[in-house]
């Protein structure tokens, strides 16, 4: 019913950046709170940034902010996640999330995920 699917992932060199796209159908986008996470083989699964349904409030965890952005176009159902000076502990599967409340405060309050793209930096 509800598909995420993600895409942009890749292998990059330390410093580069990628643009990750989460394209979402069987629901209605533009009243579905985003998300970004993110998990390395072995650690948990960890937050990475978040998007109100209107675009209007964004929040990152401490490690990612001020090189991640996560924007959002409702018109074509689609979230991004422009990730820039990237880093070898950037290097996990991200995946996209999407929660029916308008301000989602854990992990738990997002019901639909994608099933992943995976991002790798070489150092």
């Known amino acids: 019913q509800v598909q995420l699917v993600e895409s942009g992932g890749g292998l990059v060199q330390a410093g580069d950046s990628l643009r990750l796209s989460c394209a979402a159908s069987?629901?209605?986008?533009?009243?579905?709170?985003m998300g970004w996470f993110r998990q390395a083989p072995g650690k948990e699964r960890e937050f990475v940034a978040r998007i109100s349904w209107n675009g209007g409030t964004t929040y990152y965890s401490d490690s990612v902010k001020g090189r991640f952005t996560i924007s959002r176009d409702n018109a074509k159902n689609t979230v991004y996640l422009q990730m820039n000076s990237l880093k070898p502990e950037d290097t996990a599967v991200y995946y996209c999330?999407?929660?029916?409340?308008?301000?989602?405060?854990?992990?738990?309050?997002?019901?639909?995920w994608g099933q992943g793209t995976q991002v790798t930096v070489s150092s």
């Open positions: 999330a999407a929660s029916p409340l308008p301000w989602p405060l854990a992990t738990a309050h997002f019901g639909s």
């Open positions: 069987g629901l209605t986008f533009s009243r579905q709170s």
